[in-house]
């Protein structure tokens, strides 16, 4: 059968490879077009277009840049006019994806969504759309359901996260090993993730390496987002003694202390690595003025979102600053602080579910796919 997968970011790469791959298992004949990254490209099937060309963040940014977001709808729609896949299976990236299954629907093709557009953070309007044109919603964070059945009476398959798949799934690991390889001393280390877009990495480098001289027992690690060449980085890192390592931000985590984090996938990732980290966010003014108007919710990270409480905190806008992140950052530091944080992950890990998200919805999508 014929798969069309659309991903629009870094996080939705990661989580389309491991579906790619178990689609493959399910379907050893399947042929699969994507839009997406390296980690999909990997895997198997023809690229049709890499997230880098799609990664506008915030609301103003969109606005300028609405021709190429029109342009890419455009093209999208022609491209899988010409494929005639038997099913488009959309991945978060709701503002191109929703567009798309609109089409998509009015000439009859199936639509399924793997990890659900977060609308219960924000336009929740959207579940009319999800209704009419989304066939099968696969979600992955465990109030989602509830959400969906309980609140829209709109039914989902809760498949787990595939974050836990992704992590389980690594090779074995040396530190010692790693570190040689990048040039690390033996000092611990506190990992810096200042997110995969040139906007989030411009807004949030630059205060997370402003705490450096005041922690010179422990080494900092920039993690290279695998989209973005290290020329773009050396201009906040120059005048710096600081390590930068790029595409391997999880073995960067499996030997890091503490973390640094740019709100998104990745502050749940660090969880998972039982790291204990801060979560910081700054966008720009006004798309943060925007934001904090239509956006209800207590907590911006998925830890604290799935625990509903603040497990990790979060500095955001102008608690984002060099004296809150030092703070925040020296608790992380000691003991006692950590083990109650390492506790709630444990607790996280347990509500996210086990292992065979990516492999238990490609098996749904096919028996769709053959009982149709």
């Not at 994806?97 to 093709?109: P, V």
């Not at 960067?252 to 990732?269: D, I, P, Q, Y």
Request: charged share 25%; hydrophobic share 40%; glycine share 6%.
């Amino acid at each position: 059968m014929k798969y069309y997968i659309i991903a629009g970011e870094a996080s939705g790469d990661l989580h389309g490879s491991n579906l790619m791959k178990a689609l493959y298992q399910e379907d050893p004949e399947a042929e699969i077009r994507f839009w997406g990254g390296d980690l999909m490209q990997k895997a198997g099937g023809t690229l049709v277009k890499h997230y880098r060309e799609l990664a506008f963040m915030g609301f103003v940014e969109v606005v300028f840049n609405l021709k190429t977001i029109l342009n890419n709808i455009k093209f999208c729609k022609k491209d899988i006019s010409e494929f005639q896949p038997d099913v488009i299976i959309f991945i978060d990236y709701p503002g191109f994806n929703m567009r798309i299954a609109k089409w998509a629907k009015t000439l009859d093709y199936k639509t399924h969504y793997y990890i659900s557009p977060q609308i219960w953070a924000w336009k929740e309007s959207r579940i009319t759309a999800i209704k009419n044109d989304v066939d099968k919603m696969f979600v992955i964070l465990p109030f989602e359901k509830g959400f969906y059945e309980d609140k829209h009476g709109f039914p989902v398959e809760f498949v787990g996260h595939p974050l836990i798949d992704a992590i389980h799934n690594q090779p074995a690991f040396d530190e010692v090993i790693f570190r040689k390889e990048n040039q690390l001393s033996d000092k611990p280390i506190i990992a810096l993730l200042p997110g995969s877009r040139k906007q989030e990495i411009t807004k949030m480098l630059g205060v997370m390496l402003s705490v450096v001289d005041d922690f010179k027992d422990y080494q900092f690690v920039i993690a290279g987002a695998p989209s973005q060449d290290f020329e773009f980085y050396q201009q906040f890192i120059s005048d710096k003694n600081i390590k930068f390592i790029s595409n391997k931000t999880y073995d960067l985590l499996r030997s890091s202390t503490a973390a640094l984090v740019t709100s998104g996938t990745a502050t749940l990732e660090t969880a998972l690595f039982k790291v204990p980290e801060v979560v910081c966010y700054k966008g720009s003014w006004a798309s943060y003025q925007i934001a904090k108007r239509i956006i209800t919710l207590k907590y911006i990270s998925l830890v604290n979102l799935i625990m509903d409480e603040e497990v990790v905190t979060e500095l955001i806008q102008n608690e984002c600053n060099t004296k809150r992140i030092k703070e925040e950052l020296k608790k992380l530091l000691d003991p006692d602080y950590r083990k109650e944080i390492l506790k709630k992950y444990d607790l996280l890990e347990q509500k996210l579910g086990g292992i065979g998200a990516s492999k238990k919805t490609a098996r749904l999508i096919v028996a769709d796919l053959k009982n149709q």
